[in-house]
């Protein structure tokens, strides 16, 4: 698909049923949907105009299906007229398809094809229960080690302490397996009530469990959070323009691939020295042969600087 760099010619969007999101609305409407996507755009962009008809029958038809719009809301930024939305999101090419959850902006923006059954797919995708249901205890001891996995115990699912789970479920599904047991088959891990516990790849590995309050979304969020997004992460030629997307500066390791000590040093001196910058900084770490021949030409344009 294409975008609009700079200026080229107006046009006016379609009108339906797609929530126009200004300074005064943006917070509340975006807050109260489970999952809104939204179209930045900008009225001279030709592949803007090429979309708003597409959009605009996706959301009708996913409208058919999830009618409360606090479960799914189709909504759009004109980022000319509204370019302090735009910077907040950092939004510099358009059209841009951002996702949200409960009012927080998905790191990876939709880059499916732009056509009315792909968009549609995606919303269904989006809304499928990131949660899985175990049945039995025993279940627990054949998951797949590989992934990062959080394991909710609760005594029932209509509970306040689930629907945190739930929604935290909901923002972080992309970065770790949830599994949640109820009632009597939870019952063994619930010596002191609800409980959750995060599980990390590797089969030594051992469970660290939640200690802060399930009342407290926030808490619940910012634990889950830092147990599934790694303090370093790899930078590979697929993710590195969704990395880019975050608008923070890099700090790269490029290491070999079999050079598992150098990258375990790397991680333990961030974790160390700069953990107060997560957030601000992006800690990755690449694999040298991968990235050979762009660091080749970086160094060749610096190496006459350097002498």
């Not at 009012?103 to 923006?109: A, D, I």
């Not at 200690?211 to 030629?237: H, M």
């Not at 590195?240 to 691939?257: D, R, S």
């Amino acid at each position: 698909f294409f975008y609009c760099p700079q200026a080229t010619w107006a046009c006016t969007p379609l009108k339906g049923d797609i929530v126009n999101l200004e300074s005064n609305n943006i917070d509340d409407i975006l807050g109260n949907a489970d999952v809104a996507l939204v179209n930045f755009y900008a009225d001279w962009c030709r592949f803007s105009q090429m979309l708003h008809p597409i959009f605009e029958e996706a959301s009708n038809i996913i409208k058919d299906e999830f009618p409360d719009r606090s479960k799914v809301v189709f909504a759009r930024v004109d980022c000319d007229q509204h370019s302090d939305i735009a910077q907040r999101y950092r939004i510099s090419k358009y059209p841009t398809l951002k996702l949200f959850r409960n009012g927080m902006m998905m790191k990876r923006e939709y880059r499916g094809q732009r056509s009315v059954t792909a968009i549609a797919d995606y919303i269904r995708q989006q809304k499928s229960d990131p949660i899985r249901t175990v049945e039995s205890l025993e279940e627990l001891k054949t998951i797949d080690r590989s992934k990062r996995t959080i394991i909710g115990f609760f005594e029932s699912k209509e509970s306040d302490n689930f629907r945190t789970f739930a929604k935290v479920a909901n923002i972080l599904h992309d970065d770790c397996v949830f599994l949640s047991a109820f009632g009597e088959i939870s019952k063994p891990e619930r010596f002191s009530g609800d409980n959750v516990i995060y599980r990390p790849n590797g089969e030594n590995a051992p469970d660290m469990v939640y200690l802060g309050s399930l009342a407290n979304s926030d808490l619940a969020y910012a634990w889950t959070q830092d147990k599934c997004v790694p303090l370093v992460r790899e930078i590979t030629f697929e993710n590195g323009e969704e990395l880019t997307e975050e608008g923070l500066p890099f700090l790269i390791l490029f290491h070999m691939k079999d050079d598992t000590e150098s990258l375990e040093k790397f991680q333990q001196e961030v974790a160390r020295q700069l953990i107060s910058e997560k957030g601000t900084i992006n800690f990755l770490h690449a694999d040298c042969d991968k990235f050979r021949h762009p660091l080749f030409y970086i160094f060749r344009r610096l190496l006459p600087i350097a002498l």
